[in-house]
């Protein structure tokens, strides 16, 4: 491990510096006006894989944002790692709440801000710096292909195809994946389960124009009453989600399973005091740990409708719209979970309202094993970094493709993740600790050489 | 009447283009950002009233935006009518749903096409411009005072002191205001009802930042869905408000009373076709009429939480909020029922979320007589210009600042408005016919003779 530490303190100020350069790039894939960014940003990935020594590095276009490819075949009989990343990343908004603007990124008190930061840049790029530093050090003990995408944060909409055409170039014995948290800088953890996703957005319509409030209110459905209370009847006074049919399939855990799952380190009041919040709120019957874990959840994302500028307005108005998400566990399916919620929806409506109910995006919740050798390698590795053996977690966010890479290549994955929990990712002042970034540069040589060794 | 007819006639013209210039002027009360264009319009109104033949004009400024005064006093001994508008506008949003700029008007097919063209620029300017024939004709009966404000779309905040403070130079016999409609232009009508109002903005707090909604949805409150059910609290199965004591002081009407209101002729059928909508929505064991005329309103204005920019972000956002507005009937008072409203919405809160409730503004809820002078010369005015008696309605909307005439200077209101309920006041593509115009211009000197006449 001495040529691992050597290298990084050698080059630590350099691969920081690189980092910032790309978090400069705005490539925010939801908003079409940040297209050209994102593109840019591709080529910036390309440019680096190309510096560390990878070969066949490619910018795949897609119809959406393009997929960034690059391999490096030292022995067609070693084994191959295939690595995982994104490049895009979340709206900045709300801006005004960002310290410093989002794409200007600063280090303070040892922390990368800017959007991005973590997810995935931060992240992604070690696994360009790590390779970076197995080839110049000669250390690269197996083979590697870089699979870094564009649109992750809008459901991947492409990949899916594109892995599809390219099973071929795919090929290999494990995704390397690093876009999840440890429970803390001392506290390694690896993710073992990921819940899925849909994503829809609702339209409730009323009246065909902005009408005078004191004209017509009271006899006119108002489209933000009726969304509110739609919404709101889509859970019971348990917090228990009412859409028929949502828990059916889920896939429900044993005493034991959940006894392990609470197992992990949490202290709720800590919890409550870093979210200034007096109380959690619920599933009833559940604790944090598997609310946020083993629970699929109903949440909304955003709602808006009618005036919402300084000052009063009275206008009833004619529509008003909600983003709303639910997390997805096994064994539920996206597309069927987000048939059961526009239904469900719809029948809530009125017939004062006409509703519109546009699926996002969605993807399907994933559990990792953790009697394979691409999980012990992982775990050996983060041991020997760290010092501590990992935890194995249930992660509540979602990375939807990781479902994807298991059926359409029959490949398992690993979430190798170095972020934490408070790095504020999709939020205002996104960070990454420059401890979390050099401890994954050192972290992942060491799995490679572990998978490696562990696959002869 | 010749001589209303003649000079109409020969200014019409003219009088639509002043109105236009002054439709020009984006005098939004409701953002600080147009300040300098109410002063502007202020100005303008006060060069109107001067070339008309006032007296005695002067922008008065106040603590927020300016109120015009003018008068002309021809003799003592004769009644003295106040005239009572407003230059400020609405916002125009949204901005899209305009066929043409909010602030460039135009005429499409008889209307007058602008924010403002309606409410109530184009009914104050009935009132200059009828001044001026009276004037320029040697017609005026009586002595008349102008009392023109610039705040009575963010709720007259600073009329009431300054009219305490103008007392003995308000001194008249009747509020004359045009700011309500008529049924249809060829079914004229009277407002002598009108609705209080008490609008609120309401914040409910969750967690300190915007969060992940994947680590950390369906363990933290999300305070658009608790903003959501605590809105669709305030309202049971039958629309029926759940306000502890809102309707305690509501003043009930006889059955003939509510008889005699829905002998007003309006039809159903038109009224769900105009809007678009395939039903009415209002509280149960009321007729549409009942429910815009007499009873009692909960509305939304605005909603507005997370992320509500084009495509997906799986944000648990930090706040959420919205605009409600109550309109109320005589004998609810606006202070008491934000009260009760703050009270209730408070107790609705969950422990994880904070609430604040922040009083916009209000006005008290009036009915004004029928059986006054004033009442009389409007009516008998609008049957010589309409050849039709005009009917007594009880109007939906609010003029908060009638009930504080009354209070303050012992001042019965007359509500003689032109426009149509369907001027799309408050909404885009908000104008005003130019037959309403000027059958208002031809209007308000009859009713000037009339009441100079009953009042000897």
Redesign the interface.
Known sequence: MEHIKNYINQHQERFISELMDMLRIPSV????KYKDDVLRNAEFVKKSLVEAGADKVEVCLTPGHPIVYAEKIIDANLPTVVVYGHYDV??P??LD?WDSPPFEPVIKDGLIVARGSCDDKGQMFMHVKAFELMMKTDALPCNVKFMIEGEE???SSNLGNWIRENKERLKGDVILISDT?IIANDIPSIDVGL?G?S?V?VEVA?????????????????P??????M???C?DENNHITIPGFYDKVLTLTKEEREELNRAPFSLDEYKKD?????????TGYT?LE??GI???F???????????????????SK????I?M?LVPNQTSDEITKLFADHFNSLA????KVKVTP??GGEPVVTPTDSIAFKAASMAMEATFGKKPIPTR????IPIVALFEKELGLKSVLMGFGL?SD??????EHYGVFNFLKGIETIPVFFKNFTDLSK
Do not use: M
């Open positions: 894939s939801a908003d079409s979340q709206p908004d709300p709440l944060e809008v459901g948290s819940r996703l994503y957005e009323g009246p065909n124009r902005d009408l005078h409030s004191g004209v017509y209110g009271g006899a006119v459905a108002n933000i009453a009726i969304l509110c209370e919404i709101s009847k859970k979210l200034n919040i007096d109380d959690v709120h619920g599933e944090t609310r946020t629970r699929p959840t949440e909304l994302n955003g709602i808006w409708g009618g005036y919402i500028g300084e000052g009063a307005k009275t206008v009833l108005p008003a719209f909600a983003k998400s997390r009125p017939t004062s309202v996002h995006h992660g509540g966010g979602s929990d504020l990712i999709h939020s205002p002042n």
